[in-house]
């Protein structure tokens, strides 16, 4: 499926994996678009795309639903990506090392194989 955000609002499809094409507008979109992926049980990867030099959407202060945390989120190549999600939605520190069993986000798995960076 190759789609606009409708992917977000129940559009209830097989999908193997979710790519958005420049920065996402806020976090409730952000996690129910990527959360569509995998609900056919088979593994499924969530990725952000941004070209390089892009610039992102202006702040809004009307809509702020961790629209000003996705910038530094989203560039940062250290923090586990679960743990900023975690804290904005649940209020709770997760990280990929945490849950048994799942999957390792971008920088998890990047610091497993690297020996010279300190665990997550």
């Known amino acids: 499926i190759i789609c606009t955000s409708i992917l977000g609002v129940g559009v209830d499809q097989p999908v ?4 958005h094409a420049d920065f996402p507008w806020e976090w409730f979109a952000t996690i ?11 593994h499924a990867r969530a990725l952000i795309y941004i ?15 961790g629209q000003d945390l996705l910038v530094p989120w989203a560039y940062d190549d250290d923090e586990c990506r679960r743990l900023q999600l975690s804290l904005f939605f649940d209020g709770t520190a997760v990280t ?7 999957a390792l986000c971008d920088n998890c798995q990047r610091k497993i194989n690297d020996d010279t960076r300190s665990a997550p």
């Open 96 to 102: 990929c090392m945490t849950l048994t069993g799942a």
């Open 51 to 65: 070209p390089e030099g892009q610039k992102p959407f202006p702040f809004d202060p009307a809509k702020p639903f």
């Open 32 to 42: 129910q678009e990527a959360y569509r992926g995998g609900r056919n049980g088979r």
């Open 16 to 19: 193997l994996d979710v790519v």
